[in-house]
């Protein structure tokens, strides 16, 4: 068990090397949830999960309510983010599919730049902690990707050899804790249950460490709170009244409350924007699976209600991808707004990028947009998007929103949801839980959402 003496050492980042000074300009810390619904949490809905920091978060800055994932897993969302695309055009338009230990591609240095090497060249340091995800070769590690810090696991805790062991389904290896690009530990299910603790420490001493040194950073923080199992550090257990799952979020909300005091004490509270989102929607649906691998620990309470239709998994209906997002600026955002415009993860790296002063890519198809303006109530001009589409891997489109409208496309069944044979019309507005099918008493919005939605997938797989 070698993480104890990680934490020690780790806490001082003594022998990091950052770039120039950039302390003009704000840190950006994005708290990268992991399968957490719309309303899992408080302010947006929850009744049985409590999420205090979150909602105080909430308070004290924006939420955006038609904030979209821009898929409805891990890998593709969290590519999509680090670029600024939709997750078909990632890797010059192969896209990736959620990647396991037997996999070997990941996001390509040869074709992609990230918002992380766009911050560097700002000044920026840089550093994740917590699930990478995006391939676990030392070729696609996050130190070539623009991350001068990495403390983490390459991919999810349902990754282990328990996969082999319990079901005979897959047999990978031990999951590897690793520093930049070295192994350091082996986790074993006791050890990742602690793991949530240890990535919340070591983000907490990065803010306090770069803020004595008056160095602007980037911090992805990316727990690995809600992903299945749904362990929690010893102690912190059968406290929601939603089971492990409600376990794992109250604990990533105690998280954000230690990175909220962080950056308080530290004294960068004023020039430090703080994002919270989710990489896609939750687990609603059985995984027998992972069930018999982690019992009660993955056991999906089905009975429980949500105000989206679907989950994680897909993206034909808005429980997929459209999950919470809440930013936060003290002096910048101002406190307790609304922004109901559509928005979408890959916004983040425009976003991020406008406010480094850093110059956008002209060389490639960038999706997303500057939030600047919506977050800070000075939006004089057209929304950032009049639409968004929702893609499976690889690129099978499954739905197109403009508006209020939103068309799901026929496609054959994806875990989660069945096979569909034709065109469904929903409006959001009046039925944000897509429960009536009004393409027949619309059929003329039926058909020109049909029409749009092939242009747009034509475009994207240009």
Not at 61 to 90: E, N, Q, S
Not at 234 to 245: H, L, N, R, V
Not at 295 to 320: M, P
Not at 432 to 457: C, H, L, T, W
Request: glycine share 10%; aromatic share 12%; hydrophobic share 35%.
């Amino acid at each position: 068990m070698k993480y104890i003496s990680v934490i020690i050492i780790l806490s001082l980042f003594s022998g990091i090397s950052f770039g120039q000074d950039a302390s003009k300009k704000p840190n950006i810390i994005h708290i990268l949830a992991d399968d957490v619904g719309y309303d899992d949490i408080g302010c947006f809905g929850s009744a049985d999960i409590k999420t205090p920091n979150l909602d105080r978060m909430a308070s004290m800055g924006m939420k955006f309510t038609d904030f979209y994932a821009p898929h409805g897993t891990c890998t593709p969302t969290r590519a999509a983010i680090l670029t600024g695309r939709y997750a078909p055009r990632v890797n010059n338009g192969t896209g990736l599919p959620v990647l396991f230990p037997d996999s070997d591609i990941g996001l390509d240095t040869r074709l992609e730049v990230t918002i992380t090497e766009l911050l560097q060249d700002q000044g920026y340091a840089t550093a994740l902690i917590g699930k990478w995800h995006l391939g676990h070769l030392p070729e696609f590690l996050p130190s070539n990707h623009g991350f001068e810090y990495f403390l983490g696991i390459p991919y999810p805790n349902d990754h282990g050899p328990e996969r082999l062991a319990n079901t005979g389904s897959r047999e990978f290896p031990m999951i590897p804790l690793i520093e930049n690009n070295e192994t350091i530990d082996e986790l074993d299910n006791f050890l990742l249950a602690e793991m949530p603790a240890l990535f919340t420490q070591i983000a907490c001493d990065y803010i306090r460490e770069m803020a004595s040194q008056e160095q602007t950073f980037y911090l992805q923080y990316s727990n690995i709170e809600t992903h299945t199992p749904w362990f929690v550090p010893k102690g912190f257990e059968g406290y929601s009244e939603a089971g492990p799952f409600g376990d794992a979020v109250e604990y990533l909300d105690r998280s954000v409350g230690a990175i909220l005091r962080a950056v308080k004490q530290a004294g960068i509270a004023e020039n430090t924007l703080i994002v919270f989102s989710s990489d896609n929607g939750p687990l609603i649906v059985p995984y027998p699976e992972l069930e018999d691998c982690y019992g009660h620990f993955a056991e999906v309470d089905t009975n429980r209600q949500h105000l989206l239709r679907g989950g994680k998994y897909q993206s034909r209906y808005e429980g997929g991808t459209k999950v919470a997002c809440i930013m936060m600026w003290p002096g910048v955002i101002p406190e307790g707004s609304i922004c109901s415009n559509i928005t979408a993860g890959f916004d983040l790296f425009t976003t991020f990028a406008a406010i480094a002063g850093a110059e956008i890519p002209t060389d490639r198809v960038i999706d997303g947009r500057d939030l600047y303006p919506l977050m800070t109530n000075n939006a004089d001009g057209p929304p950032p998007h009049r639409d968004f589409a929702g893609y499976e891997a690889r690129g099978l489109q499954m739905s197109y929103r403009e508006g209020p409208w939103v068309l799901t496309i026929p496609t054959k069944a994806v875990y989660g949801v069945g096979a569909l044979d034709h065109y469904e019309l929903f409006n959001l507005a009046e039925d944000p839980g897509e429960k009536n099918d009004v393409s027949e008493e619309y059929p003329f919005i039926r058909d020109q959402m049909i029409d749009k939605a092939k242009e747009f997938d034509k475009e994207i797989k240009q």
